[in-house]
Each structure stands twice: as structure tokens, then as C-alpha cells.
């Protein structure tokens, strides 16, 4: 797999880095350190992302999250407050790099599609009633959907729309909560058309 820890320490040499080397000076987080760290935001996102988690990790570290810790519940309460402001300020540096791509590439981000992720779990129950024997099966099917998956027909597009969204969609990158509870209808109306799709599709896979 890419290890893009390596890829960014490596400098011209080739030499492989592993995440606990210092970076080589001519690499990407090398001259991210020595030249733009804490001077500008504009580029070298990855790198600020990094550094983002890296501080929520070490905030987690000076909490007590032992199960035998009495307090542990209001630990856990700070763990995720911590969590969603990161989550937060890395959404941020992500809209930068999104607005230099929409202004950059406008058509290409505009056409560019993705999918909200189902809540993995999700299954469709389903009813099949034999027509001779009025025999009943019931059965059930992982809801799923992936717009640049080609497992699922195009038609099936239309039907997913709610859950579909551009890569320029910026409220959907900053702020996805508000984003769903502001289209639930039409993302509750795809699910519940892909669950149909799914509980055929797998009827049919069952059937042969």
C-alpha cells in the first residue's frame, strides 16, 4: 500500500523514511518544516492536517481513559469535545484546498461525484412470497452504494441523488452535520430506494 508517511519525509536521495525518522530537507514535509510551517496556510495541506491530529493525539494522551477511572466519563466528554474541534479545523484547511481547486478546475470539480456513506449496519428486510405456495421468505441485504462503483447501473443515479454530492459542495466538507439534517428527505428517500434496489439485486443473486 502507498505509505504516504515515507513519500512525504523522502527527499531527492531516495532514501526511505520511516514515520519516526526526521525528514529529509529537500522532502515535502522537510522543507514544509524549514520554510512555511506556521507562516502561511495556503499550501502544504497534508502536512497541516497532520499536524492537527497530531495535537488531538497528544491532548488524548493526557487524559485518563482507563476503564477503571471513575471519571472516565467526563474524560471521554473532553476526548470528544477536542475531537470535534479538530475535526473542525481540518474541515477549514480542506475548504482552502477546495477553493483553489473549484477556481482551478471549476467543470472538473463540478462533475466530480461522491457518495455519503451509509451507517455501516444498515440492512433491508425484505418479503418474497412464493406464488404457488403462498410460502413466505424473509431475507436481508447490506444497503450500499458507491456513485463511481460500477457494480450499480446508471439508472440508479437518479434514484440515489439524495446521496450523491459535487466535489465543490462546500457545506457538505465543512459543516456535514447541518448538510444531512438539511437534506434528510431526499437522503432518507435514496436510502430507502437503494434498500429496494439491494433487496432485488440480492434476490436475484439468491435465486440463481
Same mark, same amino acid.
Given at each position: 500500500?502507498?505509505?504516504?508517511?515515507?513519500?512525504?519525509?523522502?527527499?531527492?536521495?531516495?532514501?526511505?523514511?520511516?514515520?519516526?525518522?526526521?525528514?529529509?530537507? =529537500?522532502?515535502?514535509?522537510?522543507?514544509? =518544516?524549514?520554510?512555511? &510551517?506556521?507562516?502561511?496556510?495556503?499550501?502544504?495541506?497534508?502536512?497541516?492536517?497532520?499536524?492537527?491530529?497530531?495535537?488531538?493525539?497528544?491532548?488524548?494522551?493526557?487524559?485518563?481513559?482507563?476503564?477503571?477511572?471513575?471519571?472516565?466519563?467526563?474524560?471521554?466528554?473532553?476526548?470528544?469535545?477536542?475531537?470535534?474541534?479538530?475535526?473542525?479545523?481540518?474541515?477549514?484547511?480542506?475548504?482552502?484546498?477546495?477553493?483553489?481547486?473549484?477556481?482551478?478546475?471549476?467543470?472538473?470539480?463540478?462533475?466530480?461525484?461522491?457518495?455519503?456513506?451509509?451507517?455501516?449496519?444498515?440492512?433491508?428486510?425484505?418479503?418474497?412470497?412464493?406464488?404457488?405456495?403462498?410460502?413466505?421468505?424473509?431475507?436481508?441485504?447490506?444497503?450500499?452504494?458507491?456513485?463511481?462503483?460500477?457494480?450499480?447501473?446508471?439508472?440508479?443515479?437518479?434514484?440515489?441523488?439524495?446521496?450523491?454530492?459535487?466535489? =465543490?459542495?462546500?457545506?457538505?466538507?465543512?459543516?456535514?452535520?447541518?448538510?444531512?439534517? &438539511?437534506?434528510?428527505?431526499?437522503?432518507?428517500?435514496?436510502?430507502?430506494?437503494?434498500?429496494?434496489?439491494?433487496?432485488? =439485486?440480492?434476490?436475484?443473486?439468491?435465486?440463481?
Amino acid at each position: 500500500p502507498y505509505d504516504i508517511e515515507s513519500a512525504t519525509k523522502t527527499g531527492s536521495d531516495g532514501e526511505k523514511k520511516s514515520s519516526e525518522d526526521t525528514a529529509a530537507p =529537500d522532502s515535502p514535509n522537510g522543507i514544509y =518544516d524549514s520554510t512555511y &510551517k506556521g507562516k502561511t496556510d495556503s499550501i502544504y495541506f497534508y502536512q497541516q492536517l497532520k499536524e492537527l491530529q497530531a495535537e488531538y493525539e497528544a491532548y488524548k494522551e493526557t487524559l485518563d481513559l482507563r476503564w477503571s477511572n471513575p471519571n472516565r466519563d467526563q474524560e471521554l466528554e473532553k476526548a470528544n469535545a477536542k475531537l470535534v474541534e479538530t475535526q473542525q479545523k481540518q474541515a477549514q484547511v480542506m475548504s482552502r484546498l477546495q477553493d483553489i481547486l473549484a477556481k482551478a478546475y471549476p467543470t472538473d470539480m463540478a462533475e466530480k461525484k461522491f457518495s455519503l456513506d451509509i451507517p455501516s449496519g444498515g440492512y433491508a428486510m425484505y418479503e418474497i412470497t412464493n406464488k404457488n405456495t403462498g410460502e413466505k421468505l424473509y431475507k436481508t441485504g447490506d444497503i450500499m452504494y458507491n456513485v463511481n462503483s460500477s457494480l450499480y447501473p446508471e439508472y440508479l443515479k437518479e434514484k440515489a441523488k439524495g446521496l450523491i454530492v459535487s466535489a =465543490d459542495n462546500k457545506d457538505a466538507l465543512v459543516n456535514p452535520k447541518a448538510y444531512v439534517e &438539511k437534506h434528510g428527505d431526499e437522503i432518507n428517500q435514496s436510502v430507502a430506494e437503494i434498500a429496494k434496489y439491494n433487496a432485488t =439485486d440480492n434476490w436475484s443473486n439468491y435465486n440463481n
